[in-house]
């Protein structure tokens, strides 16, 4: 049983256009969540993340959601660029620090030129 | 070099072989982790080394064997493995416990012939 959901295994995006990549998880008790990129051939990087005390967390493009009652977060980018096609992984933690991260099976993104 | 490096890249090995996977972080961090990632799968965590002691092991079968020597190094031995083992294998480091975020390797694409 998948605590952390990825329910879309790809998206395609045009180049300058906002990609939403989306997560839903199960857990209550999950209190801090991450997104990772992942480029072929490479391990996962930590892209942004957002405790349960905020509902917005913004980085540059990059701009996490997140709705405790309906326990669903978001990832947008804008503009999205070629560079942003890799797959990205949800993943949330429940106070245990990162040793108790547990990650969705990931979204595929393209952007397309 | 910085990071978290593993070694090899790829493997492929019989199921009567033995080889390991070889990690080096260069980050003064202080916990390691092994995860599995199989096709269509979430990551999978199989094993946490905090301050070079084992400190979660989750349900990993016997034939996967860690070997954590110091806070820099950690191993993954290999012996009698089923084809169900072909996956990639990654390794990635952290500050400690409390710690949320982590750092991960390339990976090791293993396969089991």
């Known amino acids: 049983d998948q605590q952390v959901k990825q329910n879309s295994p790809s998206l395609s995006v045009q180049e300058g256009r906002i990609s939403i990549l989306n997560c839903d998880y199960t857990n209550s008790m999950f209190d801090y969540f991450l997104w990772y990129k992942k480029y072929p051939a490479e391990g996962p990087t930590f892209l942004i993340s957002i405790s349960s005390i905020k509902d917005k967390n913004e980085d540059g493009r990059f701009t996490v959601f997140l709705n405790k009652s309906a326990k669903h977060l978001s990832l947008h980018i804008v503009p999205s660029q070629p560079g942003d096609s890799a797959v990205y992984f949800c993943a949330a933690s429940d106070s245990g620090g990162y040793q108790k991260v547990t990650f969705g099976i990931g979204t595929k993104l393209q952007v397309i030129p | 070099e910085t990071g978290v490096t593993q070694t090899p890249r790829h493997l492929v090995m019989g199921m009567t072989n033995k080889k390991s996977l070889k990690c080096e972080q260069h980050?003064?961090?202080?916990?390691m982790y092994w995860y599995k990632q199989s096709a269509k799968k979430p990551l999978e965590l199989m094993f946490v080394?905090?301050?070079?002691?084992?400190?979660e092991n989750n349900s990993v079968p016997s034939r996967f064997s860690p070997e954590c020597p110091n806070s820099s190094h950690l191993f993954l031995h290999l012996h009698t493995l089923q084809p169900e083992d072909s996956a990639l294998y990654l390794c990635a480091s952290s500050q400690g416990d409390g710690d949320t975020e982590a750092f991960f390797g390339q990976g090791t694409r293993l396969t089991v012939v």
């Open positions: 080394y905090n301050f070079k002691e084992q400190t």
């Open positions: 980050l003064g961090h202080n916990a």
